[in-house]
């Protein structure tokens, strides 16, 4: 169910029986005669919600997804310096360019989570939809580029789908001195926006970066018209 007002069978009602008055000729006018009508279906659904956004961050715990998130979005994911401090899908939107879209922080993913290792496979669900993932990378980290290549590892694992979505990559940190990570993305020609949720460096260009990428009938306009 992705649109408001959607309709969906989920168990069709039987088929009606005959009242009385079917039976009813010139004669009997008041007949007590009357058919049952058939059983309905009866079916047990197990309903699972699915985060809409347009934009999902997936990360390793501890790189900074909820520190950007509150860096360029409206919303307010808590921010811990001990892995999975989100443990629950939070959004946010970002207004930027006069229209805005959502982006949804989930919490961190680890080698192996396609496999259910941590927590973040029962989230990844929530990225299905979205169109444009953000890869938040710490770039501190000294195997930055490899990470970065696990966690596409582990999104293909997950379902190919994720895998051949579009992405941009966040290089975050920057306030660290991440040169060397700078430098293994160039190497192997991956384009990154540079940036520290704790300065506010490449914030915006990271803004920019997911507007360019999220496709504009996603968006909505923001502004207000001005009636009577
Ligand atoms: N120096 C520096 N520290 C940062 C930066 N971004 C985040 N941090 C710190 O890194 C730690 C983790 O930040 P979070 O935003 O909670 O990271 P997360 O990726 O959401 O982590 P999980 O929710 O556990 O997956 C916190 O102590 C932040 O203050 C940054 O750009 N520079
Ligand atoms: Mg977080």
């Known amino acids: 169910m992705t649109e408001p007002g959607q309709k969906w069978i989920a168990a069709r009602g039987g088929k009606g029986g005959m009242g009385n008055q079917h039976f009813a000729t010139p004669k009997v006018q008041a007949p ?3 058919t049952p009508g058939e ?3 009866v079916r047990e659904l197990f309903l699972e919600l699915k985060l809409m956004a347009d934009v999902g961050l997936v990360g390793f715990p501890n790189a900074g997804k909820s520190s950007l998130v509150n860096k360029i979005s409206s919303g307010r994911p808590k921010v811990g310096d001990y892995p999975f401090t989100t443990l629950e899908p939070v959004l946010g939107i970002v207004q930027v360019n006069g229209h805005s879209f959502v982006v949804a922080d989930i919490p961190g993913l680890l080698e192996g989570a396609s496999e259910g290792k941590g927590l973040g496979h029962q989230f990844l669900k929530h990225i ?4 444009t993932l953000l890869f938040v990378i710490d770039g501190f980290a000294e195997n930055a580029y490899e990470q970065f290549k696990v966690l596409k590892d582990e999104l293909k694992a997950f379902h190919p789908k994720l895998a051949e979505k579009n992405f941009v990559v966040a290089l975050n940190k920057s306030d660290l001195g991440i040169g ?4 293994e993305f160039k190497k192997h020609r991956q384009k990154v926006v540079i940036t520290s949720a704790i300065t506010g460096e490449g914030c915006s260009e990271l803004q920019q970066a997911l507007d360019a990428a999220v496709p504009h009938i996603h968006k909505k306009s923001i502004g207000w018209s001005k009636k009577g």
């Open 128 to 131: 299905e939809r979205t169109h």
């Open 39 to 41: 059983k309905g279906e």
């Open 32 to 34: 007590r005669k009357c």
């Open 180 to 183: 060397n990570a700078i430098k």
